[in-house]
DNA sequence: TAGATTGTTAATCGATTAACAATC
DNA sequence: TAGATTGTTAATCGATTAACAATC
């Protein structure tokens, strides 16, 4: 929990991944891991798994290992996944509808409390709880409503303009599906999913092999 | 285009994003860049442009810079994007929809040409040009159609099934959003999109702030 | 206690940055 | 020619791996 030196990207990036096959040990029963064993599911060294953690502090026994459903809660509390977050998902075309029903099936800590769209159409649809209207209603809902996180699924021409909205509004964080680099303050965080970016590189070890 | 020393993941990672920006520097009629101003505009050093480049060959010219559309070009090449890839796209639910879509009117070197989902409901959809057909079909379409890569769209639990299916079949590159991480022979390429994690990453980001 | 495995320091490796000679 | 900017070598920085003492 203490947090002296910054912790390099490289290792948050593994953070997600050490939870989820956690997670996956934890759902089939295994109480304990050793860094060894879960090198070899993972992937990692074990010696990298080790450091990995020990940046956050000493999860584990020695002698003993892991605890699985220890580890994956603290990974959890450190990712910030102790609490629930409140998000606006904006733009409701095919993408936008995928991520929210991904989210709302496999996300927890995540509560789609709006969702947006430029169209009319969108006045139409239902989806759980959420409130559901045009986006000239966006920036007033996400004031008065304690959003912290906006799914960006607009096309590439709106996403700048969405994001003013949504910076203007108070969000915190982004998640960026929109094909563009975002110009955004220096407190705003964002994740940006480049799909053509991660296809274009499959291009290449494709062809590298 | 010879390669001696295997390039690194972290440089090719940068790769599509170069040429992002370039494409769109020649959208816009620029015709010649130095790294020092590209350097401004990606958020890489202009060292490791030009470190990055020299990995496949000397595109710029001294005291001058580089041509946007040769250097365009040229990573495109380096990519492999001069060609076209015959694709599947597997699971047509909305990411399925979403993501053919997406490729249909984005990535012109990538051609949809069959659609699968294990729901019979779709042999009453139509896409393009598109052979589309249960997963019982995959195998043999695969096979027959010169199929270089699959995008695989499936709930987690049918990952690694319509996995084996598809590297039985002798796919090169599959491009995964199923949520697992698939065993694959070494000999495919495989890029994963792992939203959880992606989601997870942003969570922590904005605690650290 | 003996064995196992962590937490942590030290060594290695690789990637990024800086510097500069080559050259357009 | 003088100025600009590359290609490339050398220096630095950071991340990964190895080693081992601490300890359960």
Redesign the interface.
Known sequence: MK?TKPISKAV??R???Y??YLGELKKKGVEKISSKDLSELIGYTASQIRQDLNNFGGFGQQGYGYSVANLYDEIGN????NKT?EIVVVGF???G???A???DK??K??HIAGIFDVSNKIKDVEFKDAFVSTCEDLKEFVQKNNI??AVITVPREKGQIVADTLVDAGI????NFS?VDLELPE?I???N?????????????????
Do not use: C, T
Not at 172 to 175: A, E, R, T, V
């Open positions: 947090q948050i990036k953070l997600p991944r939870r989820r450190i990712l910030g996944l977050y075309g095919r993408l509808q995928a991520m029903s991904y989210i496999n996300e800590q995540f912290e996180i915190k964080g982004i998640w094909s407190r965080s964002v994740e999913v480049h799909m053509s970016d991660s296809l274009h590189a499959l291009a290449y070890y494709m062809k590298d092999k």
